[in-house]
């Protein structure tokens, strides 16, 4: 019985173009079902060589592949959203059994409204200090969950009928921990207090827990809470290929990115291969680590490399808009060094079987592929090795956090040193692909599994 | 969209509660009630604006079955106004019978297809609702999406304001028999005249602040500063759908408008919103070429009193017969069980089944695994 698994690793701050390698990947090898892991905010962009398009969030890239999706209890949901997204592709994709594609872990946290009240209030009272967020409330419930666990919704939790008085108490806790930015609601800044007044009103309506749990209710009836020995017993026992979806980049673990600047959730492989291993999973695995061909983040947080005026040449056609939450999406010559650390953070190249590279047709319209292999600056050996590597520094913790902080403000007065690699004949895919062989192999130790040329899955070339 | 087709059973589950609660669109009145407005799912701005009907295609082993043939869209825009209010009531109640003779009875008229519907009530241009349009659906949804409807019963006056329901049938449409050369169907039903124009303010109230936008990536070019009239808005709409303008009693004045709109054979007069089941049928029916003017009275009988029957053939008798049976694909399209390699794929793989000319040209894409 031949099982094959492949896990898809966003090597940057997320944005690297998961999406299209794994929809890529559930074109070649038939794969029967995604396993999703992060949280509910990542936005995936999917689009098919005949011309659907989505931005998938909970729902596994594979769905118009007719994969499966299971939410894993590494994924925390936004129920609602969940229902929404579910419509979208019911009704504007006609994927008319989307449910019955669905499987969830009965462990998997859930986001309440409440939560994304909260997110949105912090980053609107943190002024032009903005962490960078989604919005949706993902960090909001992971901090609760581990504050109060008692008031922490799992998937299990969505259709129980005693659940009003914990939404209630999630409510006032919310109203307790905001205190200070809703009676300070005046000193936001202007463009932002009528946004806070509304958020604040739902927060402040005590009907607002009836509705959730209405909403909740109707969810429940239609999706599959599977227990947690399925992913095992059912999904990982099968022959077949599955794909493991995870949201966010490295870039942004809650230890390994740069505090601030990161999500609740943990992003590294590590915790995906223990979920597996625990599952007694024990088929072949492909472990690939994905980028764009050039540096990307949507968000505040140190980028050594950005460059505002690659955004024009660089950004078209991407799905990626400003928003007030994450702000402009950045862009600037890929960040090897960056690409290094973040590999090493995994656990080094041995963690990966090769690289996906996404978005090298932009590239290649440049006729030459800039790429920064070493930053001026990075001579403080607290943080930087001797040949100005950033170091990985293991823990966790506040003193971890405390560490990545001072890391990333380091980043922020480093300069890139920037290299082109030429490129023989930019129109022919083939010396495209040969270069970015070649500078991934001597750069990064790895090998390069996939090129994409474009958004489609036709466009994308397995080597 | 549901999966399955309407069953009885499914329909009775919706319609008793409905009729337990007092009203067809009970839900909707409620929804008003605690303040929440129209339901996304049939208000026009809801979800993605463009309405889209979409053969199902079931994965099955890294392929697609086609599970019940190519979808086929029928909207029934229905006036709510005045001496109108009670259509959506009618419509619940005709419901089985038009599904019958539509999808699932022995001689359903359109039994190849995967029957789709989509449910619109146009209120007065002065209603907070002008418009309420459901999702394409396919089983109890339909009844379901009427009940989430909310006619305000308010107007009355002529001229009505279909024109916004319209306006969303000709431009905020996606129907998969479109990509076959072939055409929807869509039926005003109305006493009263249109008004003969839109304005851009009520067209952004009734779809949102994208309507725009969404028109021109369905594919169609509207100036916000020059309107389609009715007249250009039904021309445009007969592209893509047989459209008829089903008018109740005889007024002359709407009888010129609408003709002067649709053209004469495609305006039908009928008794009351009660023979909706039966005209609707035996028009698609005669459309389709699976029904001459002999065989739809054999085909009503069944359904109807012998005066019913007569009535609506009288009322059928001029509009353009076999009009969909002479369009391109029509005899090619993809039948039920199907395979196809990819969603989205227009035509299957399996040997033997029907290609297009155009479709042996195409070239395949880079692929290198």
Request: aromatic fraction near 8%; include cysteine; proline fraction near 5%.
């Amino acid at each position: 019985m031949s099982k094959k698994l492949f896990i898809v690793t966003d090597l940057g701050g997320g944005d690297g173009g998961k999406g299209g390698v794994i929809h890529k990947l559930c074109s070649l090898e038939q794969v029967h079902t995604v396993i999703k892991v992060g949280g509910a905010q990542g936005s995936h962009g999917v689009r098919t060589a005949n011309g659907e398009a989505f931005c998938f969030s909970q729902f596994g890239c594979g769905t118009f592949n007719g994969s499966r999706t299971h939410i894993s209890k590494l994924m925390v949901i936004d129920p609602l959203a969940l229902g929404y997204e579910a419509e979208l592709l019911k009704y504007n994709h006609g994927v008319r059994n989307i449910f019955d594609l669905l499987s969830v872990d009965s462990r998997a946290l859930c986001v309440t409204p409440f939560h994304q009240i909260a997110s949105r209030l912090r980053e609107l009272a943190r002024k032009d200090k903005p962490k960078g967020t989604v919005g949706v409330g993902v960090g909001e419930a992971v901090s609760d969950a581990e504050r109060f666990p008692d008031l922490a919704f799992r998937a299990g939790d969505l259709g129980q009928p005693n659940i009003l008085n914990r939404l209630e108490a999630v409510r006032k806790q919310k109203l307790t921990d905001l205190a200070e930015i809703i009676a300070q609601v005046e000193e936001l800044w202007p463009e932002d207090k009528e946004t806070a007044r509304e958020l604040i009103q739902d927060l402040q309506n005590p009907n607002f827990p009836n509705v959730i749990q209405e909403s909740w209710a109707r969810l429940a009836t239609q999706i599959q809470v599977v227990p947690p020995d399925y992913l095992g017993r059912v999904i990982l026992a099968r022959a077949g290929t599955v794909v493991v979806e995870s949201s966010h980049g490295v870039l942004t673990d809650r230890f390994y990115g740069f505090h601030p600047h990161t999500t609740k959730l943990r992003t590294l492989p590590e915790f995906t291969l223990a979920m597996l291993s625990e599952s007694g999973y024990d088929g072949e695995m492909v472990k690939l680590g994905v980028t764009r061909g050039y540096q990307i983040r949507h968000g505040a947080g140190p980028m050594v490399t950005e460059s505002p005026e690659l955004l024009e040449k660089l950004l078209p056609g991407s799905s990626k808009e400003a928003n007030r939450w994450q702000g402009e999406a950045r862009v600037g010559p890929l960040d090897l060094v960056s690409l290094r650390y973040a590999i090493n953070a995994c656990g080094g190249t041995q963690t990966f079987d090769g690289l996906a590279i996404t978005w090298f047709d932009q590239i290649g319209v440049f006729g030459e592929w800039p790429v920064c292999q070493s930053y001026i600056g990075a001579d403080d050996q607290n943080f930087f090795s001797p040949e100005g590597e950033r170091r990985v520094h293991c823990g966790s913790g506040f003193a971890q956090l405390e560490y990545q902080k001072k890391l990333g403000e380091r980043l922020k007065q480093c300069r890139p040193r920037v290299s082109c690699y030429p490129f023989p004949d930019p129109t022919d895919k083939e010396s495209l692909a040969t270069v970015c062989q070649e500078v991934c192999r001597a750069e990064l130790k790895l090998p390069v599994k996939m090129i994409s040329f474009g958004p489609t899955e036709d466009d994308k070339v397995c080597l | 969209m549901g999966r399955e087709v309407l069953s009885t059973r499914a329909y009775r589950a919706v319609a008793e509660a409905a009729e337990a609660a007092g009203s067809s669109t009970h839900r909707g009145e409620q929804r008003q009630r605690e303040g929440k407005g129209l339901h996304p799912l049939v208000d026009p701005s809801g979800y993605d604006l463009i309405r889209r009907s979409i053969s199902y295609l079931e994965p099955k082993k890294g392929q697609f079955v086609l599970l019940r043939g190519v979808a086929m869209l029928i909207e029934d825009l229905l006036d709510t106004t005045g001496s109108m209010g009670g259509n959506v009531e009618i419509a619940m109640r005709v419901l089985p019978t038009a599904y019958k003779l539509l999808a699932t009875g022995p001689q359903a008229v359109l039994k190849r297809y995967d029957t789709q519907i989509i449910t619109a009530i146009f209120g007065d241009v002065q209603d907070n609702y002008v418009l309420g349009r459901s999702q394409a659906e396919m089983d109890e949804r339909i009844a379901e999406q009427m009940t989430l409807m909310f006619p305000e019963h308010d107007g009355g006056d002529t001229p009505e304001d279909p024109e916004y329901g319209l306006f969303g049938a000709a431009y905020l449409t996606a129907a998969d028999i479109n990509r076959y050369g072939l055409r929807s169907y869509h039926f005003t039903v109305s006493d009263a005249p249109g008004r003969g124009r839109m304005s851009s303010d009520n067209l952004i109230r009734v779809f949102g602040k994208t309507v725009f936008e969404r028109t021109t990536e369905n594919g169609f070019q509207v100036d916000r500063g020059d309107l389609p009239t009715t007249k250009e808005i039904v021309t445009e709409l007969l592209k893509r759908a047989h459209s008829f303008f089903l008018q109740i009693g005889n007024n002359s004045e709407t009888s010129r408008f609408w003709t002067s709109v649709y053209g004469r054979d495609r305006v039908v007069n009928i008794a009351n919103t009660e023979q909706l089941a039966l005209v609707q049928a035996a028009i698609i029916g005669l459309t389709e070429g699976t029904l001459d003017l002999q065989s739809v009275r054999e085909f009503l009988t069944a359904e109807a009193a012998n005066t019913e029957v007569e009535s609506v053939i009288r009322a059928v008798s001029g509009i353009p017969i076999g009009a969909q049976a002479v369009l391109p694909n029509f005899g090619k399209l993809p039948k039920r069980g199907d395979i196809f390699a990819k969603k989205g794929d227009l035509w299957p793989i399996e040997a033997g089944t029907a290609q297009p000319d155009s479709a042996k040209n195409k070239k395949p894409g880079i692929k290198w695994k």
